[in-house]
């Protein structure tokens, strides 16, 4: 059975994380890894997390906490050898949980881009709702999950 989990980015991992890539239509919708490890080591925002199974590096996502204490996921980026396996879903359901468990934590927030239907359909069936809000310039719609 294959063990999914969520680990630190580290000296040891930071290349296959680097590594990752979508497929070529997906590109307008994330930035390459290297730029979202860029804005976690140089920014105050966002926490980086490798996501692997068994012991390889499939995915990455990065975290911070809002002003209002929600938490944000970004940066979501699963390897295209290894998408339509479970693994978003997985390692979202994984990190909402750790989440919620916290005291302070009203809910759990993300941004897409409207037309990313892969990405809008996920989030939905883990209880995502948009909520009118958008980021990026109006480029992403902001959903959001209550606890
Ligand atoms: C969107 C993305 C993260 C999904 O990752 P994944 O590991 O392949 O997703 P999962 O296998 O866990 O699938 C979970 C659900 O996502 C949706 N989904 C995933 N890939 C899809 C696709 N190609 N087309 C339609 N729906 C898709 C489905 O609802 C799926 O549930 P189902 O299998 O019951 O139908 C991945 O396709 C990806 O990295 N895309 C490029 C980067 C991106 O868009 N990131 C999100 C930015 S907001």
């Known amino acids: 059975m294959s063990v999914l989990t969520l680990e ?3 000296a040891a991992n930071w290349r296959e994380c680097a590594g990752l890539t979508v497929r070529p239509e997906q590109t307008e919708y994330v930035a390459a890894v290297t730029y979202y490890l860029c804005l976690c080591f140089y920014g105050s925002t966002w926490q980086p997390l490798a996501i692997t199974r068994s012991g390889t590096v499939v995915g990455f996502c990065m975290w911070g906490v809002d002003d209002d204490a929600s938490r944000w996921i970004g940066g979501l980026v699963i ?20 989440f919620e468990a916290e005291p302070d934590c009203p809910g759990v927030a993300l ?5 990313n239907t892969a990405a809008k359909s996920l989030y939905a069936s883990l209880g995502f709702r948009e909520t009118g809000e958008t980021v990026d310039d109006g480029v992403e719609v902001v959903a959001r999950r209550y606890v």
Do not use: F, K, N
């Open 111 to 115: 941004s897409y881009t409207p037309d």
């Open 8 to 10: 630190p980015v580290t």
């Open 79 to 98: 390897d295209s050898a290894a998408q339509r396996t479970g693994i978003a879903r997985s390692a979202l359901t994984t990190l909402i949980e750790r």
